[in-house]
């Protein structure tokens, strides 16, 4: 796996980038492998999230080959829609790695990109009309928690992308891997990604 990037913006959401972060990092608890965890932006520096935690990070064209790429979402994603140079660069960077993992409405910056066009993806149910409108050539599903389609693991709202995630552990490295980070963060793993309760919820 070598490492995972993190490509951040101002007024991401915070659950979105550090639940998987956590469920990473913790990896090497439970296998040979240790895994590199960097936080990059467009222009390095500060960027503050959505509920005012700011990190620190490198800029976007120190991003290393291989590995895997996570994008949160958040309310700065309707602003990076716009930003050709983020567009420009994630549709890049996405042929140069091994897997894009995608967290709520971080999956509509990667359709942006033209890289989930013909493929099945899904989204936070919460704004899902809105993201459905932003790739007209996906094959939005809007009832699964998570989807995986090749290499692109795409997850609904948030918490999702912890199930995601570690759907993602299990197929990179085994179960029992998974489930041992799972028990060792007290996580009730939902681990049925064609099941969205949420989706019911915000669809009456």
């Given at each position: ?8 913006f101002?007024?991401?959401?915070t ?9 990473i990092?913790?990896i090497?608890l ?10 990059y ?18 800029h976007?064209?120190?991003i ?9 979402g ?8 716009d ?12 042929e140069?790695v091994d897997?894009?993992?995608t967290?709520?409405?971080g ?11 013909g ?12 993201v459905?409108e932003?790739?007209?050539e ?10 995986k ?11 999702a992308?912890?199930d995601?995630?570690l759907d993602f552990v ?14 060792y ?10 099941l969205d309760?949420f989706?019911?919820?915000?669809k009456?």
């Amino acid at each position: 796996m070598k490492g995972c990037s993190i490509i951040l913006f101002d007024d991401f959401e915070t659950l979105d980038a550090f639940g998987p972060v956590e469920i990473i990092g913790n990896i090497s608890l439970f296998s040979e492998e240790d895994i590199d965890i960097s936080f990059y932006s467009l222009s390095g520096g500060v960027i503050t999230s959505a509920q005012s935690v700011k990190v620190m990070t490198q800029h976007i064209t120190d991003i290393k080959k291989g590995g895997a790429l996570l994008i949160p979402g958040g309310y700065g994603v309707r602003r990076e829609l716009d930003n050709e140079d983020m567009i420009l660069f994630l549709r890049s960077i996405v042929e140069d790695v091994d897997h894009v993992l995608t967290v709520c409405t971080g999956s509509v910056l990667l359709a942006k990109t033209g890289h989930l066009d013909g493929r099945r993806a899904t989204s936070n149910k919460m704004v899902f009309d809105w993201v459905t409108e932003q790739g007209h050539e996906v094959d939005w599903v809007p009832d699964a928690r998570w989807v995986k389609d090749g290499k692109f693991y795409t997850s609904s709202g948030v918490t999702a992308g912890m199930d995601m995630t570690l759907d993602f552990v299990k197929d990179t490295f085994d179960m029992e891997t998974a489930e041992r980070i799972a028990e060792y963060m007290e996580y009730l793993w939902n681990k049925n990604k064609y099941l969205d309760p949420f989706y019911k919820v915000h669809k009456g």
